[in-house]
Protein backbone atom coordinates (compact mmCIF):
# COMPACT_ATOMS: atom_id res chain seq x y z
CA UNK A 1 0.00 0.00 0.00
CA UNK A 2 1.29 3.50 -0.88
CA UNK A 3 2.93 5.42 2.40
CA UNK A 4 1.41 8.50 1.42
CA UNK A 5 2.66 10.74 4.33
CA UNK A 6 5.93 10.50 2.74
CA UNK A 7 4.53 13.06 0.40
CA UNK A 8 4.75 15.79 2.28
CA UNK A 9 8.10 16.62 1.35
CA UNK A 10 6.07 18.15 -1.79
CA UNK A 11 4.58 20.95 0.30
CA UNK A 12 7.90 21.26 2.01
CA UNK A 13 9.94 21.82 -1.26
CA UNK A 14 6.88 23.64 -2.12
CA UNK A 15 7.69 26.40 0.43
CA UNK A 16 10.65 26.89 -1.81
CA UNK A 17 9.63 26.84 -5.22
CA UNK A 18 6.92 29.48 -4.34
CA UNK A 19 8.85 32.41 -3.13
CA UNK A 20 11.36 31.36 -5.43
CA UNK A 21 10.29 30.39 -8.71
CA UNK A 22 6.50 31.71 -8.85
CA UNK A 23 7.05 35.03 -7.02
CA UNK A 24 9.41 36.68 -9.17
CA UNK A 25 7.20 35.40 -12.28
CA UNK A 26 3.99 36.96 -10.84
CA UNK A 27 6.24 40.26 -10.35
CA UNK A 28 7.22 40.27 -13.60
CA UNK A 29 3.27 39.56 -15.24
CA UNK A 30 2.65 42.72 -12.42
CA UNK A 31 5.26 45.40 -13.81
CA UNK A 32 4.48 44.68 -17.52
CA UNK A 33 0.77 44.93 -16.60
CA UNK A 34 1.56 48.38 -14.35
CA UNK A 35 3.76 49.86 -17.41
CA UNK A 36 1.60 48.42 -20.23
CA UNK A 37 4.49 47.25 -21.93
CA UNK A 38 3.82 43.45 -24.31
CA UNK A 39 6.28 41.89 -22.80
CA UNK A 40 6.21 38.05 -22.01
CA UNK A 41 8.41 36.67 -19.63
CA UNK A 42 8.90 33.07 -19.17
CA UNK A 43 10.88 31.24 -16.59
CA UNK A 44 13.70 30.56 -18.93
CA UNK A 45 14.13 34.30 -19.56
CA UNK A 46 14.14 35.50 -16.16
CA UNK A 47 16.27 32.61 -15.04
CA UNK A 48 19.08 32.57 -17.82
CA UNK A 49 22.13 33.60 -15.53
CA UNK A 50 21.72 30.30 -13.78
CA UNK A 51 20.17 32.16 -10.74
CA UNK A 52 18.35 28.27 -10.28
CA UNK A 53 21.53 27.12 -8.70
CA UNK A 54 21.17 30.17 -6.31
CA UNK A 55 17.44 28.65 -4.98
CA UNK A 56 19.45 24.84 -4.73
CA UNK A 57 21.94 25.88 -2.86
CA UNK A 58 19.55 27.54 -0.47
CA UNK A 59 17.84 23.76 -0.78
CA UNK A 60 20.82 22.04 -0.19
CA UNK A 61 21.09 24.00 3.30
CA UNK A 62 17.81 22.87 4.38
CA UNK A 63 18.26 19.26 3.74
CA UNK A 64 21.61 19.56 5.36
CA UNK A 65 20.40 20.98 8.47
CA UNK A 66 17.71 18.46 8.43
CA UNK A 67 20.21 15.57 8.68
CA UNK A 68 22.44 17.25 10.82
CA UNK A 69 18.87 17.23 13.01
CA UNK A 70 18.30 13.49 12.72
CA UNK A 71 19.26 10.30 14.43
CA UNK A 72 20.91 8.67 10.91
CA UNK A 73 24.22 7.39 12.16
CA UNK A 74 27.27 10.22 11.96
CA UNK A 75 28.38 8.32 8.89
CA UNK A 76 25.08 8.40 7.11
CA UNK A 77 24.91 12.06 7.94
CA UNK A 78 28.24 12.84 7.10
CA UNK A 79 27.64 11.43 3.56
CA UNK A 80 24.22 12.32 2.60
CA UNK A 81 25.40 15.93 3.69
CA UNK A 82 28.63 15.86 1.21
CA UNK A 83 26.76 14.52 -1.45
CA UNK A 84 24.22 17.93 -1.00
CA UNK A 85 26.46 19.57 -0.43
CA UNK A 86 28.86 18.82 -3.65
CA UNK A 87 25.27 18.87 -5.85
CA UNK A 88 24.63 22.63 -4.43
CA UNK A 89 27.78 24.21 -4.84
CA UNK A 90 27.91 22.55 -8.29
CA UNK A 91 24.74 24.38 -9.12
CA UNK A 92 25.58 27.60 -7.48
CA UNK A 93 28.66 27.60 -9.70
CA UNK A 94 26.44 27.67 -12.84
CA UNK A 95 25.40 31.10 -11.83
CA UNK A 96 28.34 32.32 -10.55
CA UNK A 97 30.40 30.84 -13.72
CA UNK A 98 27.52 32.24 -16.15
CA UNK A 99 27.91 35.53 -14.02
CA UNK A 100 31.40 36.06 -14.55
CA UNK A 101 31.27 35.16 -18.33
CA UNK A 102 28.94 37.85 -18.84
CA UNK A 103 30.83 40.44 -17.37
CA UNK A 104 33.86 39.53 -18.34
CA UNK A 105 34.83 39.35 -22.62
CA UNK A 106 34.50 35.26 -22.66
CA UNK A 107 31.62 34.15 -24.68
CA UNK A 108 27.89 33.56 -22.48
CA UNK A 109 25.55 31.40 -24.13
CA UNK A 110 22.37 32.22 -22.02
CA UNK A 111 20.99 28.98 -23.02
CA UNK A 112 23.87 26.96 -21.92
CA UNK A 113 23.59 28.63 -18.36
CA UNK A 114 19.56 27.92 -18.33
CA UNK A 115 20.08 24.57 -19.44
CA UNK A 116 23.25 23.85 -17.19
CA UNK A 117 21.29 25.26 -13.87
CA UNK A 118 17.71 23.61 -14.70
CA UNK A 119 19.46 20.19 -15.14
CA UNK A 120 21.37 20.83 -11.60
CA UNK A 121 18.54 22.49 -9.72
CA UNK A 122 16.17 19.24 -11.32
CA UNK A 123 18.93 16.74 -9.44
CA UNK A 124 19.18 18.52 -6.07
CA UNK A 125 15.38 18.85 -6.34
CA UNK A 126 15.08 15.00 -6.70
CA UNK A 127 18.25 14.72 -4.19
CA UNK A 128 16.17 16.51 -1.55
CA UNK A 129 13.03 14.77 -2.22
CA UNK A 130 14.80 11.77 -1.59
CA UNK A 131 16.54 12.08 0.99
CA UNK A 132 13.39 14.09 2.72
CA UNK A 133 11.53 10.94 2.54
CA UNK A 134 14.35 8.43 3.96
CA UNK A 135 14.68 11.11 6.76
CA UNK A 136 10.31 10.75 7.65
CA UNK A 137 10.84 6.77 7.42
CA UNK A 138 13.68 6.99 9.95
CA UNK A 139 11.69 9.92 12.36
CA UNK A 140 8.92 7.07 11.96
CA UNK A 141 11.42 4.41 12.73
CA UNK A 142 13.44 5.69 15.58
CA UNK A 143 9.96 7.10 17.06
CA UNK A 144 8.15 3.66 17.97
CA UNK B 1 45.12 16.91 -47.65
CA UNK B 2 42.54 19.42 -48.38
CA UNK B 3 41.30 21.85 -45.57
CA UNK B 4 37.89 20.17 -45.73
CA UNK B 5 39.35 17.21 -45.31
CA UNK B 6 41.31 18.77 -42.28
CA UNK B 7 38.63 20.14 -40.60
CA UNK B 8 36.74 16.89 -40.99
CA UNK B 9 39.33 14.50 -39.35
CA UNK B 10 39.79 17.71 -36.31
CA UNK B 11 36.10 17.23 -36.03
CA UNK B 12 36.67 12.97 -35.31
CA UNK B 13 39.35 13.05 -33.54
CA UNK B 14 37.44 15.60 -30.85
CA UNK B 15 37.30 14.18 -27.16
CA UNK B 16 34.14 14.19 -25.93
CA UNK B 17 33.55 16.91 -23.11
CA UNK B 18 31.60 16.47 -19.79
CA UNK B 19 29.45 18.80 -18.31
CA UNK B 20 27.96 18.20 -15.28
CA UNK B 21 24.30 19.02 -16.25
CA UNK B 22 24.46 16.21 -18.51
CA UNK B 23 25.05 13.95 -15.57
CA UNK B 24 22.84 15.75 -13.25
CA UNK B 25 19.65 14.74 -15.81
CA UNK B 26 20.34 10.92 -15.18
CA UNK B 27 20.81 11.30 -11.53
CA UNK B 28 17.26 13.29 -11.02
CA UNK B 29 15.42 10.31 -13.07
CA UNK B 30 17.24 8.07 -10.53
CA UNK B 31 16.38 9.87 -7.61
CA UNK B 32 13.12 10.15 -8.77
CA UNK B 33 12.63 6.43 -9.19
CA UNK B 34 14.08 5.90 -6.14
CA UNK B 35 11.80 8.18 -4.40
CA UNK B 36 8.85 6.91 -6.09
CA UNK B 37 9.31 3.12 -5.24
CA UNK B 38 9.67 4.04 -1.40
CA UNK B 39 6.80 5.67 -1.61
CA UNK B 40 4.55 3.17 -3.66
CA UNK B 41 6.15 0.13 -2.15
CA UNK B 42 7.17 1.46 1.36
CA UNK B 43 7.57 -1.93 2.69
CA UNK B 44 8.43 -4.54 -0.09
CA UNK B 45 11.15 -1.94 -1.61
CA UNK B 46 13.10 -1.74 1.28
CA UNK B 47 12.63 -5.37 3.14
CA UNK B 48 14.02 -6.29 -0.78
CA UNK B 49 16.86 -4.14 -0.54
CA UNK B 50 17.71 -5.28 3.00
CA UNK B 51 17.62 -9.35 1.90
CA UNK B 52 20.43 -8.72 -0.93
CA UNK B 53 22.03 -7.05 1.57
CA UNK B 54 21.65 -9.92 3.85
CA UNK B 55 22.89 -12.19 1.26
CA UNK B 56 25.82 -9.99 0.46
CA UNK B 57 24.09 -9.46 -3.47
CA UNK B 58 23.59 -5.66 -2.57
CA UNK B 59 27.35 -4.37 -3.56
CA UNK B 60 27.87 -6.16 -6.66
CA UNK B 61 24.44 -5.59 -8.24
CA UNK B 62 24.87 -2.02 -7.34
CA UNK B 63 28.40 -1.54 -8.73
CA UNK B 64 27.22 -3.00 -12.04
CA UNK B 65 24.27 -1.01 -12.03
CA UNK B 66 26.37 1.75 -11.26
CA UNK B 67 28.94 0.97 -14.59
CA UNK B 68 25.76 0.33 -16.66
CA UNK B 69 24.85 3.79 -15.85
CA UNK B 70 28.12 5.83 -16.20
CA UNK B 71 28.79 3.88 -19.52
CA UNK B 72 25.35 4.74 -20.95
CA UNK B 73 25.45 8.16 -19.94
CA UNK B 74 29.18 8.73 -20.92
CA UNK B 75 28.26 6.95 -24.48
CA UNK B 76 24.88 9.36 -25.05
CA UNK B 77 26.86 12.47 -23.91
CA UNK B 78 29.58 11.36 -26.52
CA UNK B 79 26.59 10.76 -29.47
CA UNK B 80 25.02 13.86 -28.71
CA UNK B 81 28.43 16.11 -28.93
CA UNK B 82 29.44 14.22 -32.16
CA UNK B 83 32.67 13.28 -30.39
CA UNK B 84 35.34 10.72 -29.03
CA UNK B 85 34.79 9.23 -25.95
CA UNK B 86 38.22 9.99 -24.36
CA UNK B 87 41.05 7.34 -22.65
CA UNK B 88 41.44 9.32 -19.05
CA UNK B 89 37.28 9.49 -18.95
CA UNK B 90 36.78 5.93 -19.89
CA UNK B 91 39.46 4.85 -17.73
CA UNK B 92 37.73 7.11 -14.52
CA UNK B 93 34.44 5.76 -15.53
CA UNK B 94 36.02 2.16 -15.25
CA UNK B 95 37.17 2.29 -12.15
CA UNK B 96 35.59 5.09 -9.82
CA UNK B 97 31.89 3.77 -9.73
CA UNK B 98 33.73 0.37 -8.06
CA UNK B 99 35.79 2.40 -5.94
CA UNK B 100 33.20 4.68 -4.51
CA UNK B 101 30.60 1.71 -3.98
CA UNK B 102 33.19 -0.33 -2.40
CA UNK B 103 34.60 2.34 0.04
CA UNK B 104 31.06 3.08 0.77
CA UNK B 105 29.98 -0.73 1.83
CA UNK B 106 32.97 -0.44 4.35
CA UNK B 107 31.18 2.90 5.76
CA UNK B 108 27.80 0.79 5.67
CA UNK B 109 29.56 -1.97 7.60
CA UNK B 110 30.51 0.61 10.06
CA UNK B 111 27.26 2.64 10.33
CA UNK B 112 25.60 -0.76 10.65
CA UNK B 113 27.80 -2.41 13.50
CA UNK B 114 27.67 1.41 15.25
CA UNK B 115 23.74 1.11 15.38
CA UNK B 116 23.68 -2.74 16.43
CA UNK B 117 26.20 -1.53 19.62
CA UNK B 118 23.60 0.85 20.53
CA UNK B 119 21.22 0.40 23.57
CA UNK B 120 17.57 1.65 21.46
CA UNK B 121 14.34 -0.22 20.75
CA UNK B 122 13.91 -1.29 17.28
CA UNK B 123 17.21 -1.97 16.01
CA UNK B 124 16.80 -4.18 13.00
CA UNK B 125 14.21 -0.95 11.61
CA UNK B 126 17.11 1.42 12.32
CA UNK B 127 19.85 -0.77 10.38
CA UNK B 128 16.94 -1.27 7.37
CA UNK B 129 16.88 2.05 7.24
CA UNK B 130 20.89 2.73 7.34
CA UNK B 131 20.97 0.19 4.43
CA UNK B 132 18.31 2.27 2.66
CA UNK B 133 19.94 5.67 2.93
CA UNK B 134 23.54 4.02 2.17
CA UNK B 135 22.16 2.53 -0.91
CA UNK B 136 20.32 5.41 -2.52
CA UNK B 137 23.47 7.50 -1.60
CA UNK B 138 25.79 4.98 -2.80
CA UNK B 139 23.89 4.94 -6.38
CA UNK B 140 24.10 8.87 -6.55
CA UNK B 141 27.69 8.94 -5.38
CA UNK B 142 28.66 6.02 -8.15
CA UNK B 143 27.40 8.11 -10.90
CA UNK B 144 27.80 11.96 -9.61
CA UNK B 145 31.79 11.85 -8.61
CA UNK B 146 33.29 10.15 -11.76
CA UNK B 147 31.11 12.46 -13.61
CA UNK B 148 32.76 15.37 -11.32
CA UNK B 149 36.45 14.30 -11.54
CA UNK B 150 36.35 13.73 -15.26
CA UNK B 151 34.93 17.44 -15.44
CA UNK B 152 37.44 18.20 -12.67
CA UNK B 153 40.14 17.06 -14.83
CA UNK B 154 38.82 18.76 -18.65
CA UNK B 155 39.03 21.88 -16.82
CA UNK B 156 42.36 21.21 -15.03
CA UNK B 157 43.60 20.19 -18.55
CA UNK B 158 42.15 23.20 -20.36
CA UNK B 159 43.51 25.21 -17.86
CA UNK B 160 47.48 24.52 -18.07
CA UNK B 161 47.05 23.76 -22.05
Not at chain 1, 33 to 46: C, I, M, N, V
Not at chain 1, 75 to 101: D, F, K, N, P, Q
Not at chain 1, 125 to 141: N, Q
Not at chain 2, 125 to 139: K, P
Amino acid sequence: MPDWTSLKWLGWIGLYLIPVVFLPWALSRAWVHQHGSDLHLRPKQLFQRGELGLLSLILTSSVIWNLLQSQFMPHTVALGSVLMALGGIMAASTWVEAYCRESSTKAWNPARAWRDSRNLALMVFSMAAVMEILLDRFAKVAGQ
Amino acid sequence: MSAPAVARSKVHERIVVVRLADAAEAMAALSLVFGLLLVFFPVSFPKMIVNSWEHGQLMPVMMALALLLDTCLYLRIAIMRSAKPGVVAAACLGSLPLLVVGGLSLLLQSAVSHTLALDMPNLQLRVGEEILAHTYLGLISAVFLPFLVIRLLQQFKATNS
